[in-house]
């Protein structure tokens, strides 16, 4: 896939980059636990 890369200041290209993916799968209750150890969020 194509994405925008910073190589550089003033050197950003549209590279070819493997495609996301999951290394490992989470659960829903991962994800709200990191959410909600960010700063300021109550």
């Given at each position: 896939?194509?994405?925008?890369?910073?190589?550089?200041?003033?050197?950003?290209?549209l590279?070819?980059?493997?495609?996301?993916?999951?290394?490992?799968?989470?659960?829903a209750?991962?994800?709200?636990?990191?959410?909600s150890?960010?700063?300021?969020?109550?």
């Amino acid at each position: 896939m194509k994405a925008v890369v910073f190589h550089d200041v003033g050197d950003i290209r549209l590279d070819d980059v493997p495609e996301p993916g999951l290394q490992e799968p989470i659960g829903a209750s991962s994800c709200h636990e990191a959410r909600s150890a960010r700063p300021g969020n109550h």
